[in-house]
């Protein structure tokens, strides 16, 4: 922006952040004089642009834009007279390709600031997934390559970078848009600011109405149309459609462009081909139409000739700084890769510090719990020895105490034999004494039977002696004949056995008792056998049974069991107990072989 002041008398620069960027000119006697050359000059000398061809000074006048003429005095032509004189610097034309036709950084940027404005300001239609795309552009020419740990969730806040017509056609919040233009925003890292700002301005010079200038006519037949002036040429718009031009006049087919008054004619370069007239609504407009038709054509015409000398050394100046910039670049990125790869290494270096730090910690830790361990193994070793040799007194002690019973045992041992020996002897001299009291007793009894029997022959000689005083001389007695001792009879007991009724019957109760407490038994368990096979059926993998798991089951339906299959082939009962009592009773009998008076008798 350009300003003049006439209650100011010196001239300040100001930033060029902003597509209307400028100077402010404080009028002195000298600025008077000056042509709109003079003052573009200056303002293109302060900005280092080289590539004015682009460029021109805007301002209004009548609610209409106009440009200010290079030729004539600033102050003769029809600027708003007020102060301050407001002009706007700006891109007059558009390049057809601005990667090949763009040569300064400067061009490149003021080009990206006033093509973005106008996207934003929705005097260039943008399709809200190429909004998304040019806005990610925009990030990155802004604040460089992506980084987390800095550009966090929300720091796009405060920035305009969609048209409010994209964000009110979806239920999006401000996060989900900032998320998405974050995502693309990611992906071109490494890009620089003129790398990103040229990307933007290559998918914008894609838009229809991108670097097209419209204005209202009407034809012969009073139909209101639009012209659209560009670097392809002139096009001819529905007014209600200003993407898809219904008629289009390229600059290599126009052969010759004219006005009288309101009335704007094109002629095409084929002569058979009709002259296509039209009205606008003031000569001022036309006026500027042709402007534009003669400086889009004029660059029509330079990019299909040799470049002249100061492009040819612009382009090589161009490429040298590129290059000198790539080579910057590459530079930074190794002098960026290795400040990356030293940071790593001393982060690494700083981790394995910390981690020997912590190592010596936990080995000084391990270390104080060495000696406190040792030191407790070492009151535990002298308790230990302690107990040891207390457990070696009292093994001395169980030792000499093991060898005193062993003594005493021994002691005992022969008192015991000297005690039975005794005990045997005083049996046998209790035997002895036995005998001999029973041989006394025979003995007494035989004095006395011999003392009786005297006693009765002194009685009968007596007796005898008085008859004989008293009767008769001698008379034949006749002596009794003297009872003989009666026969000693051995009558040997005759030994019996007898296996009675009661103890069979006895014998086959109990054994039916334990048959029917083992049924009892078998029946529970067979209860949880099957409870169990119940449970498990389901897990059973049938081509992995054996023959004998088939069997199993084969015997299982047949409700055979162990028990049965043994009832099947056993003797009977009876049988089966009476030979069980023969063979016990067989055992038993074994001895008497030594007793040949023993008799058994089975019944």
């Not at 000059?41 to 302060?46: D, F, G, S």
């Not at 993407?243 to 390229?250: D, E, N």
């Not at 040298?320 to 910039?325: G, N, Q, S, V």
């Not at 368990?525 to 199993?552: A, C, G, V």
């Amino acid at each position: 922006m350009v300003c003049f002041s006439c209650q100011q008398t010196e001239f300040e620069p100001v930033s060029n952040s902003r597509v209307d960027s400028g100077l402010v000119l404080r009028k002195q006697p000298r600025f008077v004089k000056w042509k709109g050359k003079d003052l573009f000059e200056l303002v293109c000398r302060t900005l280092g642009l080289r590539e004015t061809w682009f460029f021109g000074l805007q301002y209004n006048v009548k609610d209409t834009v106009a440009w200010l003429k290079m030729d004539k005095k600033v102050l003769d032509q029809d600027v708003p007279k007020e102060e301050p004189i407001v002009l706007n610097f700006l891109a007059k034309f558009y390049p057809e390709n601005a990667e090949e036709e763009l040569v300064q950084d400067i061009t490149q940027h003021l080009f990206f600031l006033q093509v973005k404005k106008k996207i934003l300001e929705e005097e260039v239609y943008c399709p809200p997934e190429a909004s998304v795309l040019l806005a990610s552009y925009a990030v990155q020419a802004k604040y460089g390559d992506y980084d987390p740990s800095v550009h966090k969730p929300g720091f796009l806040a405060q920035e305009e970078l969609l048209p409010k017509r994209v964000i009110n056609l979806y239920q999006m919040t401000a996060e989900m848009w900032e998320e998405r233009i974050t995502a693309c925003y990611a992906e071109h890292r490494g890009r620089t600011r003129d790398e990103a700002e040229m990307e933007y301005l290559k998918i914008a010079q894609d838009l229809e109405m991108y670097g097209v200038n419209y204005f209202f006519i009407r034809n012969k037949k009073g139909t209101d149309l639009l012209l659209g002036v560009d670097a392809l040429g002139l096009h001819i718009y529905d007014p209600e459609n200003k993407l898809t031009p219904k008629i289009s006049f390229p600059w290599n087919e126009i052969r010759n462009i004219s006005y009288s008054d309101k009335e704007f004619a094109i002629k095409p370069l084929d002569k058979k081909a009709d002259v296509f007239k039209f009205n606008s609504s003031k000569l001022r407009v036309n006026k500027l139409i042709l402007q534009l038709c003669i400086g889009n054509h004029d660059l029509f015409m330079r990019r299909h000739r040799v470049d002249s000398l100061e492009v040819q050394q612009m382009k090589a100046q161009a490429r040298e700084e590129k290059a000198r910039k790539q080579m910057e670049r590459q530079r930074l990125e190794r002098e960026k890769h290795l400040r990356e790869e030293a940071e790593r290494a001393r982060d690494e270096l700083e981790r394995r510090l910390i981690q020997l730090q912590d190592e010596a910690h936990m080995a000084n830790e391990a270390l104080l719990r060495s000696e406190e361990t040792a030191d407790l193994l070492a009151e535990k070793a002298q308790i230990a020895e302690e107990e040891a040799k207390l457990l070696a007194q009292k093994a001395a002690e169980a030792e000499q105490e093991i060898q005193r019973i062993k003594v005493t045992a021994i002691r005992s041992e022969e008192e015991k034999r000297l005690i039975e020996q005794k005990m045997l002897e005083t049996e046998m001299l209790a035997l002895k004494m036995a005998e001999e009291s029973e041989r006394r007793a025979k003995e007494a009894d035989q004095l006395k039977q011999d003392l009786q029997e005297a006693r009765e022959s002194e009685r009968r000689a007596k007796y005898k002696l008085l008859e004989i005083t008293s009767k008769s001389p001698y008379s034949a007695a006749s002596l009794s004949p003297s009872a003989l001792p009666p026969d000693l009879s051995f009558s040997t007991e005759n030994l019996s056995f007898d296996f009675k009724d009661t103890d069979m019957k006895r014998l086959s109760m109990e054994i039916e008792k334990e048959k029917v407490e083992y049924m009892e038994k078998s029946k529970h368990l067979q209860e949880q056998l099957n409870e169990l096979k119940t449970e498990i059926e389901s897990l059973k993998l049938k081509e992995r049974e054996t023959p004998l798991d088939i069997l199993h089951n084969e015997n299982t339906e047949r409700g055979t069991s162990k028990q049965s299959n043994f009832k099947k082939v056993s003797f009977p009962l009876e049988f089966g107990l009476r030979a069980l009592s023969i063979a016990w009773i067989h055992m038993w009998i074994l001895p008497t072989s030594t007793h040949p008076e023993r008799k058994v008798l089975l019944m």
